[in-house]
């Protein structure tokens, strides 16, 4: 699985825009990129998913550049119950078969009021 | 509500002792995994199943077993706990569409 480089942490004022950038330059043609998140010690919890078309579900949006060596998660509107440590990951596929999830640090996004 | 549950919530071990940990689903997922997360880190992946009767070591596997006897349950088990084996085990399964996590079991060895 290509590997990710995502910034440590990153603060947002509430109702704005969070963007939370992720480098995968080597990311291979049949590889996903995937976010997740995870909420103070729950488990990480499934935001999107998308292989080189920009994508948008009621949680976010995703941006993946056209040469698809990087990834902007967008959350349009943050709350404080978006404090979380998001998680960008690749891999090929979209079933188990592909390949198993590979968690980096993350970034931890803080939604300050 | 469908999803994962993970059995125990919490529990503490003395060193030496062994424990197992329960992971269902009703998803009719084939796929399970076992992760640990230590403080400050990501999950690490421990063994997981592509298919019941099946189980194939992860990351960190050392120190670890697992079972896959029926298809809706994964087992782990830890024959003599270790102080390092203290950490947050959470429970995963898979489908077409992406992975769905437990909450989480809080492990403590002393």
Redesign the interface.
């Known amino acids: 699985d290509a590997k990710t480089t995502q910034p440590t942490s990153m603060d947002c004022a509430e109702g704005r825009a969070a963007n939370l950038p992720c480098n995968h330059s080597t990311i291979s043609g049949n590889e996903y990129v995937y976010w997740y998140r995870q909420i103070h010690s729950q488990g990480p919890q499934y935001i999107i998913h998308g292989l080189k078309n920009n994508e948008t579900n009621e949680m976010a949006s995703l941006i993946i550049t056209e040469d698809r060596k990087s990834s902007t998660l967008i959350l349009p509107h943050a709350t404080l119950r978006d404090t979380a440590v998001y998680y960008c990951i690749v891999r090929g596929g979209l079933g188990g078969s592909q390949g198993n999830l590979i968690f980096g640090k993350g970034t931890k996004l803080s939604v300050k009021p | 509500n469908a999803g ?1 549950t993970q059995t125990p919530k919490f529990r503490v071990l003395k060193t030496g002792q062994s424990m197992t940990l329960l992971c269902a689903q009703d998803m009719n ?3 399970m ?1 076992w ?1 640990r997360q230590d403080p ?6 421990i063994h ?1 199943s ?1 298919g019941e009767g099946t189980t194939a070591k ?2 960190v596997p050392d120190g670890y077993n697992v079972s896959r006897l029926k298809k809706q349950n994964f087992l782990l088990g830890l024959e003599s706990a270790a102080p390092s084996q203290t950490s ?1 085990y ?1 429970c ?1 399964s ?11 079991t ?1 492990l403590t060895v002393v």
Do not use: I, N, Q, W
């Open positions: 994962v997922h084939e796929y995994y992760y400050g880190m990501g999950l690490r992946l997981y592509v992860g990351e947050v959470f995963a898979s489908g077409p569409y992406g992975y769905t996590f437990g909450s989480g809080r």
